[in-house]
Structures are given as structure tokens and as C-alpha cells.
T-cell receptor, first 113, second 110 residues
């Protein structure tokens, strides 16, 4: 079946540090890939959608890349801020309106330097 | 702005009791989903529905039933609640690819 692996459970870094989160996926279909963000006390919300291999998406200073060859996708931000404190989920859809398969989430904790 | 409303926001239930979690969307979306969130597991799909009066099993349906009486409403039912069903439950809807989530229901089974 479809699966998404997100290894980093928690990332603690200083403000203005570089943030990088990595996910790998497995599917027999044609995936659409997403990044969702969940702030404390809220439901997840869409941060980025990446649909084309080797193309980047960007939103709120975050950038996403997708490598079909290695079946991996990444989320990065050059300078993380305290307001970026949240849980970030990678997710995959195997088709139109298909239920999303989520990774296990990465909790990002920016600290004042 | 898409709107998905879940009720209650939190609930404490006793083992063996019946629990119903409700979800209402005003997005005119056909597709609705119930996910369960646990630390270390992320979000896992319990049940989903593509049309009123029809539901489908997701990845972890055991111990749960779902009901979709109308396009706007989607319920998750725990007939015999168990300790292992303590979690945060999220409802979501979509008309295409972007999922819109509710704020979640925190269920504690004692």
C-alpha cells in the first residue's frame, strides 16, 4: 500500500537557522505531494503543494522540492522564526480527491539564540 | 474560507460506552474524512465518504463506524469505547485536493 516516511520527530534549532525536513514516499500510483502545518490547538492546514517532479513550491518563506528519482520530498526555510513553531506533516495523495497518507510529523521548536 | 466544525471539542467517556463525534462542513464538498492523531503516528485514516449515505473503510476502521446522512454532516461512532481509542480526532473535507480540517475533538476514554 501507499506509505510516507518522516523520520525526524522533533527538530530544535535557533532562530534564523536553516530548517530542512525530509520525507520519502512509496506508491504504485501517480502521487501529488503536500506539506501541512499544524499550530498548537488547531487542525492541520495546507502549507504547500508540489505536483511536478524537480519543481519547487513556496509559501510563507518555506520552499518544497520533490525528487521523483529518489521518491523523496523536502521542506526547507532559510531562516526559521519563532512563529514557525508547529508540527509539519508531509502527505501524499494517490489520485484526485483520494484520502491523504500522512507522515508521522516533525515538531519544529525554534529557540531564541 | 472553507469551514469544518467539529463537536464536541473534548469529551471524556467511560470504557464500554458509546461515543459519537460530529462534523459539519459548509464548503459544499463531496468528500469527507475522519483521521485519528496520536503522538508518533501522525494522522491515520479511519473512515471516509464520497457521497451522502455511503461510507468507506480507511486504514484503521476497527472499533469505529461512520455515518454520512447528508452532504454536510459526517459522524464517527464508537459503539464500545476502549482505552486504546484515547486520541485526538480530526474531520476534513475536500472538493478536489486540498483538505480542510476541523479543529479536532480530544477524546479521553477512562
Amino acid at each position: 500500500g501507499d506509505s510516507v516516511i518522516q523520520m525526524q520527530g522533533q527538530v530544535t534549532l535557533s532562530e534564523n537557522d536553516f530548517l530542512f525536513i525530509n520525507c520519502t514516499y512509496s506508491t504504485t500510483g501517480y502521487p501529488t505531494l503536500f506539506w501541512y502545518v499544524q499550530y498548537s490547538g488547531e487542525g492541520p492546514q495546507l502549507l504547500l503543494q508540489v505536483t511536478t517532479a524537480n519543481n519547487k513550491g513556496s509559501s510563507r518563506g518555506f520552499e518544497a522540492t520533490y525528487d521523483k528519482g529518489t521518491t523523496s520530498f523536502h521542506l526547507q526555510k532559510t531562516s526559521v522564526q519563532e512563529i514557525d513553531s508547529a508540527v509539519y506533516y508531509c502527505a501524499m495523495s494517490a489520485g484526485f480527491a483520494s484520502a491523504l497518507t500522512f507522515g508521522s510529523g516533525t515538531k519544529v521548536i525554534p529557540c531564541l539564540p | 474560507e472553507a469551514a469544518v466544525t467539529q463537536s464536541p471539542r473534548s469529551k471524556v467517556a467511560v470504557t464500554g460506552g458509546k461515543v459519537t463525534l460530529s462534523c459539519h462542513q459548509t464548503n459544499n464538498h463531496d468528500y469527507m474524512y475522519w483521521y485519528r492523531q496520536d503522538t508518533g503516528h501522525g494522522l491515520r485514516l479511519i473512515h471516509y465518504s464520497y457521497v451522502a449515505d455511503s461510507t468507506e473503510k480507511g486504514d484503521i476502521p476497527d472499533g469505529y463506524k461512520a455515518s454520512r446522512p447528508s452532504q454536510e454532516n459526517f459522524s464517527l461512532i464508537l459503539e464500545l469505547a476502549s482505552l486504546s481509542q484515547t486520541a485526538v480526532y480530526f474531520c476534513a473535507s475536500t472538493g478536489a485536493e486540498t483538505l480542510y480540517f476541523g479543529s479536532g475533538t480530544r477524546l479521553t476514554v477512562l
